[in-house]
């Protein structure tokens, strides 16, 4: 009897682990979307697979090594690992948008609100605040990223060139081109401490991975020959999602470069109005895109914009978790991802510079951003309480003044 597609590419697993059904594999990802928030999913997915006796706790860090290697949200593409080792291409896509979903629809509720109501004074001076701790939040990340990534002076240097290309304005994509090159070419000598795998290359499973790919592919050519705003929406965040690495904030300085420099789809302070939004919602952060869409397109254009954002890494991690155990030993894979976050730590700074510029504009602006970067760096603090907090505290300041300050 053939097979169905999601049996034909589900790798073998160990034999004690449980695969569940399809609709397992949607309510338990939705649940996981709807409740975690931060570095708290990591957590969770690194723990209910395992809990639930699908993956072992080994399977599952070699999913997160696997993730790390090619572009895309790091959180979706795990998911999509998951799902995929258990019921193929199937078991991912269930997966993955079960898990999307929460965040979608509180996305769609507030980009709604957000684009109804909001050129009303007070709340514009009400997001002023929020924009100033999104900035906050946003250096934290990129002196995170630093410290884990500028390992030497060259690093350092690879980091300042990008930054100083995003300052003038420069593309961002080449400025990640460069990184990869310098950094396969440098790096790639250094061990990796991981042996080659004994197990057969098949082309045949590689092709059947690959059709999700295709699909892709065809719709990136679609939106690109294809005249019209949310068409070219399409295309700018299908080509975001295929170059950049690492989780959803190395991701916002290629959309603060398109949607807002080059297209101008977005103000700035609409951008840290979207990224707060997804900061505050749970599941994935580039859960902005929808808000994105939204402006440009309704619920149609949010909708698209959302698939745009998370289809090409979806369609790798198909691919890559076939040949994964094939190129995960090679030094120049390593030596490459080592370069392009290198590269990735000086374009998040862009961002921090380009935001600041729109929401420090009054000196208590750097108070409420000041004291965020303080409750996240220093205290760990959750960003649903730094945000709670700092809105309730700021919106009592203004009330207080008389709500003078907004926007220039």
């Known amino acids: 009897m053939k097979k169905s597609l999601s049996e034909s590419t589900t790798p073998t697993l160990s034999a004690d682990t449980v695969t569940p059904r399809l609709m397992d594999l949607f309510l338990t990802f939705t649940m996981l979307g709807l409740t975690s928030y931060g ?31 090619y572009p895309g949200p790091i959180m979706i593409d795990l998911v999509a690992y998951i799902g ?8 991912a896509l269930f997966s993955v948008v079960g898990f999307i979903l929460p965040s979608l629809a509180l996305m769609l509720a507030l980009s709604w609100a957000y684009f109804h109501y909001g050129s009303a004074p007070h709340l514009q001076s009400v997001m002023l605040g929020l924009n100033a701790m999104v900035v906050a939040v946003v250096l ?39 990184g990869l090159i310098v950094g396969s070419l440098v790096w790639r000598a250094e061990p990796t401490g991981i042996k080659k795998t004994e197990q057969p290359f098949s082309w045949q499973q590689i092709w059947r991975s690959a059709l999700p790919g295709l699909v892709v592919i065809a719709w990136a050519v679609y939106a690109v020959l294809t005249p019209g705003t949310i068409h070219a929406l399409n295309a700018d965040l299908l080509k975001i999602g295929a170059v950049a690495f690492g989780n959803g904030m190395t991701i916002l300085p ?41 402006k440009l397109g309704g619920w149609l254009g949010a909708l698209l914009a959302t698939a745009a954002i998370f289809a090409p890494s979806f369609a790798m991690t198909l691919v890559f978790s076939k040949i994964f ?60 309480w730094v945000f709670g ?20």
Do not use: C
């Open 389 to 408: 907090l700092g809105v309730a505290l700021w919106t009592t300041y203004l009330a207080w003044l008389g709500w003078p300050l907004s926007p220039s």
């Open 254 to 294: 290629l959309l603060q470069q398109d949607v807002v420099d080059v297209h101008g789809w977005l103000t700035p302070q609409e951008l840290a109005s979207g990224v707060a939004f997804g900061q505050i919602t749970p599941g994935p952060f580039l859960i902005t895109a929808t808000f994105i869409g939204f």
């Open 140 to 178: 934290n990340v990129t002196l995170d990223f630093g410290e884990l990534n500028l390992k030497g002076p060259l690093d350092a240097t690879l980091g300042l060139l990008a930054f100083g290309l995003g300052v003038m304005g420069g593309n961002m994509i080449l400025a990640i081109g460069i």
């Open 325 to 384: 155990d094939h190129i995960r030993h090679l030094g120049v894979v390593r030596g490459a991802l080592r370069g392009i976050m290198a590269v990735f730590v000086g374009l998040l700074a862009t961002v921090v510079l380009n935001l600041g510029r729109n929401a420090f504009v009054a000196p208590e602006t750097y108070v409420l951003g000041g004291a965020a970067l303080v409750l996240v760096r220093y205290y760990k603090w959750d960003l649903l």
């Open 84 to 91: 995929y080792r258990k019921q193929g291409v199937s078991g």
């Open 39 to 69: 570095m708290a999913i990591l957590q969770n997915l690194k723990t209910v697979p395992v809990n639930k006796g699908w993956l072992t706790i080994e399977e599952l860090e070699e999913g997160l090594g696997l993730v790390q290697l």
